[in-house]
């Protein structure tokens, strides 16, 4: 029993110990922000709290920078990326998982063989793409490249394979056709799935830097990634307003996981076929 006690204290210290490693980063960039100019962000032991909290450094940039503007680029981005990643997604791994035709392994193989290939190999064709359809300076040109993923699909899929054939066929012997099937039936039943997808891309697609950055050119489309790089040569530099930039970043980012985790609760699809 006394040893119990013991691992059990160790294994917390260390969860504990891994926790605060993870965590630091975000604490001080938070403390950061809210430090005056008269703090000295480096010193040496570090100050966990600042001294003086205050709000200039957010009001600085603010309005300095149209962060309004790229606050509601990156969430228009983000919105319509996060739709039609589910919409394509789930209508592939559908008939990936259901259906039954001649290649289907193949296909679903060549699918996730594409999880290997880094996003650099195929920045360039793609840039060479958007400037041929014009995407350019454009949202449809920042959300094109992630309107579908080959790990979004391999998550649906299993997703997918895990309802229960008597739904399928009660919905067959009702008339349902395979498109009313896959939105009336599959769609509802793997919720949790979409809600763990969507949080996957929603997370991706605001924080994506390098792909924007090479497809705008037009400060009226940034967004927030660009927006908070752009400050390191504005002020050259000045960590509080850097650091209060991101956390403007990251609000947005926290109050849609917030919102979306309860619907993260697993679906009992089979409870009403038993008996």
């Not at 503007?69 to 969430?75: E, G, I, Q, V």
């Not at 403007?248 to 009992?268: A, E, G, K, W």
Request: proline share 7%.
């Amino acid at each position: 029993m006394f040893n119990q006690i013991i691992k059990k204290t160790l294994i917390y210290l260390l969860l504990i110990m891994i926790a605060f490693g993870m965590l630091f980063p975000l604490f001080w960039l938070i403390s950061t922000s809210l430090k005056s100019p008269t703090e000295n962000i480096f010193s040496f032991p570090i100050k966990l709290l600042p001294e003086k909290p205050t709000l200039d450094n957010f009001k600085t940039v603010w309005q300095t920078y149209p962060f309004g503007k790229y606050l509601l680029n990156s969430t228009i981005v983000a919105i319509l990326t996060v739709s039609l990643n589910l919409t394509f997604c789930s209508l592939a791994a559908y008939p990936l998982a259901r259906l039954n035709f001649t290649g289907k392994n193949l296909i679903f193989s060549l699918v996730i063989a594409t999880i290997m290939i880094p996003f650099q190999i195929v920045m360039i064709p793609l840039y060479i793409l958007a400037v041929k359809l014009q995407l350019l300076n454009s949202f449809l040109g920042i959300i094109f490249p992630s309107i579908a993923s080959a790990f979004g699909i391999y998550l649906l899929r299993q997703a997918f394979k895990g309802v229960p054939k008597e739904l399928e066929e009660a919905a067959r012997m009702d008339g349902c056709s395979e498109l009313g099937l896959w939105w009336f039936v599959m769609l509802p039943a793997i919720r949790p799935s979409l809600v763990t997808l969507a949080i996957f891309v929603f997370i991706g697609s605001w924080s994506d830097f390098l792909w924007p950055l090479i497809i705008l050119n037009d400060p009226d489309y940034y967004t927030l990634p660009i927006g908070v790089a752009s400050l390191a040569g504005t002020f050259t530099l000045n960590w509080r307003f850097i650091a209060a930039g991101s956390v403007i970043s990251m609000i947005p980012v926290l109050i849609f996981f917030l919102f979306v985790q309860r619907y993260i609760i697993p679906t009992d699809t089979g409870s009403g076929i038993k008996g």
